[in-house]
């Protein structure tokens, strides 16, 4: 996958009173992530990082509660319904007599509003890295799933006698990565980004990139999108930035920097900044693609893009599997994000978000949820 070029490489947080902060990275390219979260019965999700890898944030497989504990009809009396019927008697299980739910997301009266800005410094990344060793190392062996982010940086010197700078003639820099998602920074400012899918992972970048005489600092910001949930020998499965990495189009042809001395920084600093009963959801639909906290407490990621799929309505004869129902095509995979009212406070509470691609954070807002089921 060859990635988008970019023309800035700012990094922003914005401060706000619910309070809120919003960290963008300002690129240019826009995919889908999915982020599963097992479910509690009270209705709050695994949070950090233990989602599945490309799946989105809800409960598995039409479950009869929904990720903010409430009641999903028809599965949830269909299935009491099952429970209390006399054990050894035939029981009809494809027979549902039960209206499906009626959800609501109702806008609040909370403005989100007063944004105060600042950079993410990339420039700053090699100098703040705690750990520097010859070659590359696996993403997840480092960050120990503290971070989905995980900096890699080396330098690289340059001959002020280079033809290539003679004729401002950009290199070809070409990685490979086992996934999932990659932000190139060239001297700070970005190059490009790409991102693996759920079937392919692995994949390779390629981007022209300009480099000047003496050293040359090249960052590449490599991130999770989940873990593997499903399979054999969890151990051999590797995220993260391997190679091998070349540069192309120097005087003696290519220049492998696979084994050069990488520096290694996990996270980023915004992600250390860190009302009723009805639960409470975010609205992201105008945003991009990154993650949010609330008080501290990472409420997940997020990556805004139009589902497919087909959603001829669900069939519930049979083993149920996945495709047996598809909703919501045409619409964001994922729109609202689940507040847990527990984590909030009367006033000032700080909402932090870290937005990879780029979006709107003046259209973000704060709704509830309403489901209204009707019973047998």
């Not at 995919?31 to 949070?47: C, E, M, N, Q, W």
């Not at 050069?260 to 009805?278: H, I, R, T």
Request: with cysteine; net charge neutral; glycine share 10%.
């Amino acid at each position: 996958m060859e990635a988008n070029s970019a023309s800035s490489s700012s990094h922003y947080w914005f401060s706000l009173c619910i309070s809120m902060v919003f960290l963008s990275l300002n690129l240019t390219q826009c995919f889908v992530t999915y982020d599963r979260k097992a479910p509690l019965i009270d209705g709050k999700s695994r949070i950090l990082f233990s989602g599945g890898p490309f799946i989105t944030t809800s409960y598995d497989y039409d479950a009869p509660i929904d990720e903010y504990g409430l009641i999903r009809q028809p599965k949830y009396d269909h299935l009491k319904e099952l429970h209390k019927h006399p054990p050894g008697l035939p029981f009809n299980t494809a027979e549902v007599g039960i209206e499906s739910s009626r959800v609501q997301m109702v806008p609040m009266n909370v403005k989100l509003q007063s944004w105060d800005t600042f950079n993410e410094d990339v420039n700053s990344v090699e100098d703040e890295s705690p750990m520097t060793v010859r070659g590359l190392l696996e993403q997840l062996n480092i960050t120990r799933d503290t971070s989905d982010y995980l900096w890699y940086t080396t330098s690289l010197q340059i001959s002020s006698s280079a033809s290539f700078l003679r004729n401002d003639t950009p290199l070809a820099l070409s990685v490979q990565s086992a996934g999932q998602g990659i932000h190139a920074f060239i001297n700070g400012l970005l190059t490009g980004s790409a991102f693996g899918t759920r079937k392919k992972r692995r994949f390779s970048f390629t981007v022209n990139v300009h480099l000047h005489p003496g050293a040359n600092t090249i960052s590449i910001l490599s991130i999770a999108v989940g873990l593997q949930n499903i399979g054999t020998h969890f151990e051999t499965w590797n995220i993260g930035f391997l190679g091998p990495v070349v540069l192309q189009g120097l005087v003696e042809g290519k220049r492998q920097l696979t084994w050069q001395k990488w520096s290694y920084k996990v996270g980023l600093k915004g992600e250390a900044n860190n009302l009723g009963d009805d639960p409470l959801s975010l609205d992201m639909s105008s945003m991009g693609k990154g993650q949010i906290w609330i008080n501290g407490q990472s409420i997940g990621r997020y990556w805004t893009t139009p589902a497919n799929g087909n959603c001829s309505g669900c069939n519930y004869v049979g083993a149920f599997r996945q495709t047996k129902c598809h909703f919501g095509c045409g619409s964001l995979s994922q729109q609202w994000y689940h507040v847990p009212r527990s984590w909030l406070k009367p006033t000032q509470n700080l909402l932090v978000v870290f937005e990879e691609i780029g979006g709107d954070a003046s259209k973000m807002s704060l709704v509830k949820r309403l489901v209204k089921n009707n019973g047998i």
